[in-house]
């Protein structure tokens, strides 16, 4: 049956607006002196004491029961500590993908004695974490992943390797996705997901690979006779495939799908405004209006969160919308300005116009190429 898109106008209640200044504060202190390209760097940047300082805040696991070190707060008041980090480009790394999608997964599907052992570590900022899903041959195709957990005395015995495993080499944690069985013809059958300790588990060599960029924050992540645990599966065996989909519609929810470009719009301003001419006020004017549409429509997105409803149609499309515009902006600022991109050296503004034009053709495939998330589309709207 067709259904529609639901983008809700929503204002965020005044709890979350008070929590705006004293996030502004907290990064005004913590993080002034800071370059424009360190800021562009953004949710690139693994700061683990940077992290401890948002977590002694209060600012991670904001959602979470109490119990388990959470603060139960509103998905709104998140909404906004995750946009002001954002804006600001602060390193928010070593804390974010457990605060985003680990945690919660956990939450969700782990065991009452992993949600005891490991939230509470994440909510004082103490535990990074990676996402081990995609293979050599299995990206946008998911469920073809062939890293082998077979059955062993007390736990499994993990074969194969996961690839493009971002801040593996210095995260704690990596959630993997694993085949515990092979189900013919079921493809999306037989996988379960485990809670891998990268720190301890033997049989595990992380190998860098290096971006564009020139940076190394991907790793190939190879498994070689590597023992796992019984405790350390999340969920049962053979539910992987439910729960990662769960786990990807967290990782497609936040305003970090249309803020990877804020840096260079912000620095676009500080250049243009000093002779501004009819041109860049249009452009700018543009762009901030982009901005505003996609604020809308990601904070409907939370609202829809808040409310216990599943926005997995609305997630994808503020991906999909939101990654078109932001790996636009390099673009359009070349165009306006003219000014050549720059590695290290270079003013400020060309050093940034060179991360972001070196970084955006990853923004559409991470957490999901646009040709699947418009599949993902069509089906919620009941095209396909
Ligand atoms: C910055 C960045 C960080 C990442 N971090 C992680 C991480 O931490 N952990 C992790 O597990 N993975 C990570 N990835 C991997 C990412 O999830 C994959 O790159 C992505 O899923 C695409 O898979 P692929 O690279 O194998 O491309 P492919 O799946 O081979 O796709 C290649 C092209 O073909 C298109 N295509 C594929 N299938 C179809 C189809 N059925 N219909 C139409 N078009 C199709 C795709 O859209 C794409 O344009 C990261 C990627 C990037 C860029």
Do not use: C
């Not at 065991?111 to 052992?117: C, D, L, S």
């Amino acid at each position: 049956m067709p259904t529609t898109f639901r983008f809700a106008l929503r204002d965020l209640p005044p709890e979350a607006e008070a929590l705006r200044g004293e996030v502004r504060a907290f990064l005004r202190e913590q993080f002034s002196g800071a370059k424009p390209v360190t800021r562009a760097r953004s949710w690139g940047g693994f700061d683990r004491e940077f992290s401890r300082r948002v977590g002694a805040r209060g600012w991670i696991g904001m959602t979470w029961p109490k119990r388990y070190g959470g603060h139960e707060r509103s998905f709104l008041e998140r909404y906004v500590v995750l946009e002001e980090m954002l804006a600001a480009g602060a390193p928010v790394s070593a804390h974010w993908v457990a605060d985003r999608q680990s945690g919660p997964l956990l939450l969700r599907f782990g065991t009452e004695e992993q949600r005891e052992r490991i939230l509470p570590g994440i909510v004082r900022g103490e535990l990074a974490f990676a996402i081990g899903m995609s293979e050599p041959d299995s990206g946008s195709d998911l469920a073809s992943i062939r890293t082998r957990a077979a059955r062993a005395d007390g736990g499994y015995v993990v074969n194969g390797t996961k690839v493009w495993t971002s801040n593996a080499h210095i995260s704690d944690y990596l959630i993997a996705l694993f085949r515990t069985q092979i189900v013919p013809d079921k493809k999306h059958e037989g996988l379960t997901q485990f809670l891998v300790d990268l720190k301890s588990t033997k049989g595990i060599t992380i190998r860098p690979i290096i971006d564009l960029a020139g940076r190394h924050h991907f790793n190939e992540v190879n498994f070689t006779d590597a023992f796992v645990p019984e405790a350390a599966r999340v969920g049962n065996e053979g539910d992987g495939w439910k729960q990662v989909t769960t786990e990807l519609a967290f990782e497609r929810s936040g305003p970090e799908r249309y803020l990877s470009s804020i840096s260079l719009i912000r620095e676009l301003i500080r250049e243009v405004s000093a002779r501004p001419d009819e041109r860049s006020l249009e452009q700018v004017g543009r762009l901030v209006a982009g901005l505003a549409t996609l604020r809308q429509m990601s904070t409907s997105v939370a609202g829809m969160l808040q409310a216990g409803e599943n926005p997995n149609l609305e997630a994808a499309t503020v991906k999909d919308v939101g990654t078109t515009f932001e790996q636009s902006v390099p673009e359009l600022v070349h165009a306006l300005v003219g000014t050549e991109p720059t590695n290290e050296t270079g003013s400020p503004f060309q050093q940034v116009l060179g991360y972001i034009t070196q970084t955006a053709p990853s923004f559409s495939l991470r957490g999901g190429t646009r040709e699947i998330l418009r599949g993902i589309i069509a089906r919620g709207l009941g095209l396909r």
